[in-house]
């Protein structure tokens, strides 16, 4: 197949050079490229509907004739439109056409036509809506429907494609070879490219779609693997001694199983000779990440190196800073805080102890990265809520110690198979498990008929000294600058109408950060009581008097960000109560929102929304700079985990680059990696 991609897609027959240029601006510019041009969805004309059976919103193939002539006629907005009827056996349907003066010539009264498109059903009314038609006695075929561009229609593409497919060698050097394609149950290339294009039968599409699912997913899993394997470097700061159990003796609790993997995790990477840890600690909400690092930063320090903890927000900064502080207040260890507001000769004096080593634990916002900290033996970087650095910032911090170890914490809780891909460069723990006592969460989802009696709930709470989150309503895409009038619009309401003796502060995505770092920290000393915001909550910040939080248009959220916001509260040992306020109508949603109710499990939720919404949610907060996917989906979980099964097989073999056999396979990782610009693979 090697050469189909050095034939031109000028040599296929009947493609002027005006429809070549147009395939080249899909970019496909070889008869190789073009058999990878796969359709985009099918038009199914080989499982024929009785009319009697069609459902509302279907998408149907009826078999039907003809039995009035066409009648046109034109809309009150003057648009042709042209209607029959038609009938079988089980009954009869109306056609509506618009804008196609020439559909009176094309149907004929008393003749039998296949018609397919979108049907309506309203009591026994049924409708289709610009239908496309065929002969009765066409074949059964399901019909490749593929992406266009202006002047190029779809049977130009169909024509094309079956040159294309003629021109499949006798001999597909496939890069699945035979035995793994046996042991998976994945059918050939030929045959997957073939019915990918022109499916003989329902059952072998499936079969063609699976296996080239299933062979993009396994590409990129081994790229990704790959790249993890030649980021490593050897291990400059090896740490001789591990320190955590004399750590845990310094808490006041008892860690949970889960934080002991997640540690004994780091120490094995930091004691590891042949690599730098390069690791993320993956935990939901108050699962205890924090003292996951602060163990690691100890080890590191007892073995001579220094620490630095980076975080997004002044305010989480401060309160890494004080429990630290307390935890190692029986210690002879050195810690420091450094942020934006730290006055400037107190800057300098932990600048100077840095440089001198005679800090050994800094916790910091980006303060910490600017070009004036410099570090004695800086040994490992932590970055707290790593989607919100960017990879340079990470980059910048790391490059101020002789190739520091990394730990990345996040509360972002990710399906599994999705956090391979995602954090392809990093490898992962998991804290699956909370610590013991944890109040659990109350939650409500209630309509907005409902939200006075809510209010008063949670002016009864403030009474007792509780605080409460309110998330605004959310502005509808495109709404532009209206996010901000809305949250204003919204506070005023509820400070002019419900809380007008209680302060009610705000926060808001258009605000400066010190603005928002002053009001966070008004609300975490509780001289405010409410906090309205929009979705810009800080991750992170731990308010435990705050018992209440209360989300409007909650059906517009993806579950795991519900989750996200809910874990604000509970924080303490106050009971805390979640109220999810949606007024949606589709059954659907509000059902979505229940199983909110039931589930507290972050993972769970994080699986569910994977499959309801796909993984746009996953991916919005980090740039990935995965390569562009062709056929398949990261949301399509069952093939990435049989991918990745896959490609545990194939890497258990150390060999496996150099083994002939899969010398084709090679060559694709390193073609699909080569488009995102990662020269290190070749
Ligand atoms: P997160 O994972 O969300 O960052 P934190 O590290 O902030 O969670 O921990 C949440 C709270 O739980 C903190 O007050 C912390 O002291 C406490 N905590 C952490 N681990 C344990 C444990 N094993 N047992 C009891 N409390 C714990
Ligand atoms: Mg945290």
């Known amino acids: 197949m090697a050469s189909l991609y050095n034939t031109k897609i000028e040599e296929l027959k009947g493609l002027g050079k005006k429809r070549a240029e147009l ?37 149907v193939c009826i078999m039907a004739r003809l039995s009035s002539g066409v009648k046109s006629g034109y809309t009150k907005t003057g648009n042709f439109i042209a ?35 979108r049907a309506t059903r309203t009591f026994n009314e049924v409708k289709l809506i610009s239908p496309t038609f065929a002969d009765e006695k066409d074949k059964n075929v399901i019909k490749p429907i593929y992406n266009l561009t202006a002047g190029l229609p779809n049977n130009v593409i169909v024509r094309a494609m079956k040159q294309a497919v003629e021109m499949l060698p006798e001999e597909i050097n496939d890069p699945l070879p035979r035995e793994l394609r046996e042991k998976y149950k994945l059918c050939d290339l030929r045959f997957a490219i073939e019915n990918i294009h022109f499916p003989s039968g329902s059952q072998a599409l499936a079969k063609a779609k699976r296996r080239l699912v299933i062979e993009e997913l396994l590409v990129l899993n081994l790229g990704l693997r790959r790249l993890k394997s030649i980021k490593r470097s050897e291990n400059k700061n090896l740490v001789k001694t591990d320190y955590s159990n004399e750590f845990e003796s310094l808490l006041s609790f008892k860690l949970t199983n889960a934080q002991k993997k997640a ?66 207040s029986n210690t002879n260890l050195r810690t420091a805080l450094l942020t934006g507001s730290v006055k400037k000769s107190e800057k300098e004096r932990i600048r100077e102890g840095l440089e001198a080593g005679e800090i050994d634990l800094v916790i910091g916002t980006h303060a910490l990265i600017t070009d004036k900290t410099l570090f004695k033996n800086l040994a490992l970087v932590v970055t707290d809520e790593q989607h919100r650095f960017g990879v340079s910032q ?23 198979t999705l956090g391979l891909i995602i954090f392809g460069d990093l490898d992962i723990s998991i804290i699956d498990e909370l610590p013991p006592g944890r109040q659990t969460i109350e939650t409500f989802v209630i309509r907005s008929s409902k939200r006075a009696r809510a209010l008063g709930f949670i002016r009864e709470e403030i009474k007792k000294g509780r605080q409460a989150y309110i998330v605004c309503p959310l502005v509808e895409e495109g709404e532009g600058d209206s996010e901000l009038a809305s949250a204003q619009e919204y506070a005023a309401e509820l400070m002019l109408n419900y809380f007008t003796d209680i302060p009610v502060g705000i926060l808001h995505g258009k605000m400066k950060p010190a603005e928002k770092e002053r009001v966070m920290s008004d609300f975490s000393q509780n001289k405010l009581k409410i906090l309205v915001a929009t979705t810009v909550i800080e991750v992170g910040i731990d308010v435990p008097n705050a018992t209440i939080m209360m989300i409007e248009n909650a059906e517009r959220f993806g579950l795991s960000q519900l989750h996200q916001l809910r874990g604000r509260v509970g924080r303490g040992s106050e009971k805390s109560w979640c109220i999810l306020v949606s007024d949606s109508t589709t059954e659907n949603s509000y059902e979505r929102l229940k199983t909110m109710k039931t589930t507290t ?32 989906s990261l949301a399509d979980t069952r093939n990435l985990e049989t991918s990745q099964r896959i490609a545990d097989y194939l890497l258990s073999d150390p060999n496996f680059m150099y083994d002939e056999r899969y010398r084709a396979l090679n060559a694709e990782i390193t073609r699909l990696f080569r488009e995102t610009g990662e020269e290190t693979l070749n």
């Not at 990470?394 to 599994?416: C, D, E, F, W, Y």
């Not at 699986?607 to 991916?619: H, I, Q, Y």
């Open 83 to 117: 209607k029959a009827v038609v009938s079988d056996d089980s009954g009869s349907c109306e056609l509506v056409f618009f804008n196609n003066p020439y559909i009176r010539t094309m149907l004929r009264q008393d003749v039998k036509y296949r018609f397919l498109g």
């Open 263 to 328: 540690i004994s995790d780091c120490v094995s990477d930091v004691m590891n000779p042949d690599i730098t840890m390069n690791r993320l600690v993956q935990g939901d909400v108050g699962s205890g990440k924090t003292v996951v690092a602060g163990s690691l930063c100890y080890t590191i320090i007892k073995n001579g190196g220094q620490a630095a903890i980076m975080a997004p927000t002044e305010i989480l900064a401060e309160q890494h800073y004080n429990s630290f502080k307390e935890i190692l």
């Open 23 to 59: 395939l080249h601006k899909l970019g496909v510019y070889s008869v190789g490229q073009l058999l990878n041009y796969y359709p985009r969805t099918y038009e199914d004309w080989s499982q024929v509907t009785d009319i009697c059976d069609i459902k509302n919103g279907e998408t």
């Open 601 to 632: 499990d972050g993972f769970k939720i994080a699986d569910a929304d994977l499959k309801l919404r796909g993984p746009g949610d996953f991916f919005g907060s980090r740039q990935h700079g995965l390569p562009e996917l062709n056929i398949s």
């Open 394 to 416: 990470r980059a910048k911090l790391l490059s101020k110690g002789n190739n520091p170890h990394l730990l990345v914490m996040s509360a972002t809780p990710i399906p599994r």
